[in-house]
């Protein structure tokens, strides 16, 4: 176990140099405070995890102290935002802090974001708000728990430095870490900006540090496309099982390494809504829940087109085409899971098609209908699951099917329950539990966001006297509007 002062740093991105990144220093919040620090993250740098405790940590992630090793650097990316191309983005309020190499011989970027004002700051203040921080957190740790691939968070720090948004708010810092800050976008700078000798420098880069494996093959670049392709379809299957709606899938907010990545107005469905838009600035709704799957696919093609001067076009074309039927193959699989079924059938898909489309509309809440298909043998868990949705005759007939499929399934009753409860959530962050924990966090009482994500470490668990987590929403946390404006 280390302390903070052991940490090695290795900055490998800032050795590409001035033409990828730019130098500059955290500007700190005023009387910082840690609101919330993640354990488990803590252990990522094999870091003790009383360090959290060490007002030294307070300082370092809120911009009053720097390793010395450290190398901050604002990166330069664009970015196709809705469907445009904005061709100059950048870390316009982070920093990333420097690379972390831990005993286990992996890099993690440490990415500061809130740390003031940036060369790539456009018109904003650098800044990021309390309650942005730690929606950010929250799910990045509660994502990681449900098996979906994301960044990671370290903590946030709070401060009494005031920030104008719809109203006045204070400014935070959140400490993320990931193997790879690298976005779609990073290519497509190059790319529009015709500067094909650094697209090939960083290609290179990624793919020594990220895609080793790709280096064996003839074509590595195209190789490493392929693994994106095929990453970035296991990542959004895993969204559409769980009801996750990220709501502003830029191409800059798209990891290379198909990892979940910059959260805004993100939320977990609570009733079921293929339609659901929880970006509220997103009129028309380009990243609605179910468009995620295609606007993936647009995001890919936008990211092939920046390697085309260095791919030939076909090995593009056939790995993008692998998208779909990817993504088809790992949703299907886990939705028989979350369904309860060991094996395959071929009407599985259908099966599963039919019960969303009586979910829709009907006020299901997504998260607990498996969770309470789980919870007792198929057909005693039907009829107690069957009064909440409205066609009654819709969803008998899917029972007997479901009751059908489940005797014939080889999997052995008892272990059932166990299975389903491993793929099964019981705790999900809901939008109006993080806006408790917010409201709470902005008055200064940060124990309700620490607990929340104390629970939502292990989500699959039963966890006694934790029910009010685990509850649908109430009335007034059912049609909450999330801000763009973080
Ligand atoms: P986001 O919506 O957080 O993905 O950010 C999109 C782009 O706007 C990125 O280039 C951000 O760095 C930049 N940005 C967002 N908020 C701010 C802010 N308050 N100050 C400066 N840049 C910002
Ligand atoms: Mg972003």
């Not at 993320?176 to 497509?188: N, Q, Y």
């Not at 936008?302 to 076009?313: D, F, G, K, R, S």
């Not at 966090?441 to 629970?455: I, T």
Request: aromatic letters at 10%; a negative charge.
């Amino acid at each position: 176990m280390k302390r903070l002062e052991d940490l090695q740093f290795d900055n490998r991105f800032a050795r590409l140099g001035d033409a990828f990144s730019t130098g500059v220093l955290p500007d700190p919040i005023a009387d910082p405070r840690l609101v919330v620090a993640s354990p488990a993250a803590l252990a990522l740098l094999d870091l003790d995890p009383a360090e959290s405790q060490r007002p030294l940590f307070t300082e370092l992630f809120s911009g009053h102290q720097l390793w010395a090793t450290g190398e901050p650097r604002a990166m330069v990316y664009s970015g196709h935002q809705f469907g445009v191309y904005n061709p100059r983005l950048g870390d316009g309020r982070g920093l990333l802090l420097g690379e972390v190499l831990n005993d286990a011989g992996e890099h993690w970027d440490l990415h500061l974001k809130g740390a003031g004002e940036t060369p790539y700051s456009r018109m904003g203040d650098g800044r990021a708000v309390l309650r942005s921080a730690i929606r950010e957190f929250l799910a990045s740790e509660a994502l990681h728990a449900l098996g979906i691939p994301t960044s990671r968070a370290l903590c946030v720090t709070g401060s009494s430095t005031p920030v104008y948004r719809e109203r006045q708010e204070t400014a935070a810092m959140l400490l993320r870490l990931a193997p790879s800050h690298v976005r779609f976008g990073h290519f497509e700078y190059f790319y529009y900006t015709r500067q094909h000798e650094q697209l090939e420098t960083l290609a290179g880069f990624v793919l020594d540090q990220h895609f080793p494996a790709c280096r064996e093959q003839p074509q590595p670049v195209a190789a490493m496309f392929r693994e994106v392709v095929e990453r970035t379809a296991a990542m959004i299957a895993r969204w559409q099982a769980y009801g996750f709606c990220h709501g502003v899938m830029n191409t800059d907010n798209m990891s290379i390494l198909g990892i979940t990545f910059d959260y805004g107005p993100y939320a977990f469905l609570d009733a079921f809504d293929a339609q659901y838009v929880c970006n509220h600035s997103d009129d028309a709704g380009r990243y609605s829940f179910s468009n995620q799957v295609p606007i993936a696919h647009w995001n890919l093609a936008a990211l092939a087109q920046a390697l085309t001067p260095l791919v030939e076009l076909d090995a593009l074309r056939e790995s993008l085409a692998l998208f779909l039927p990817l993504y088809q193959a790992e949703y299907l699989d886990l939705m028989r899971r979350r369904l309860g079924f060991a094996g395959a059938e071929d009407g599985d898909e259908a099966h599963l098609q039919r019960l969303l489309q009586l979910m829709q509309g009907s006020g299901v809440d997504y998260s607990l209908f498996f969770r309470r298909l789980g919870e007792q043998p198929p057909a005693e868990a039907l009829a107690r699951l069957r009064d909440d949705f409205v066609d009654l005759a819709g969803f008998d007939a899917w029972g007997a099917e479901h009751l059908a499929r489940s005797q014939r399934d080889p999997g052995p009753a008892d272990t059932r329950r166990a299975r389903m409860h491993a793929v099964n959530p019981r705790y999900v962050l809901r939008n109006y539990l993080a806006q408790q924990a917010i409201a709470a966090a902005e008055q200064g009482d940060y124990d309700d966001v620490r607990h929340l994500h104390q629970v939502l470490s292990r989500p699959f668990d039963e966890q006694p006297g934790e029910e009010r987590y685990a509850e649908p929403p109430p009335d007034w946390g059912r049609h909450l509007e999330i801000s763009c404006s973080s």
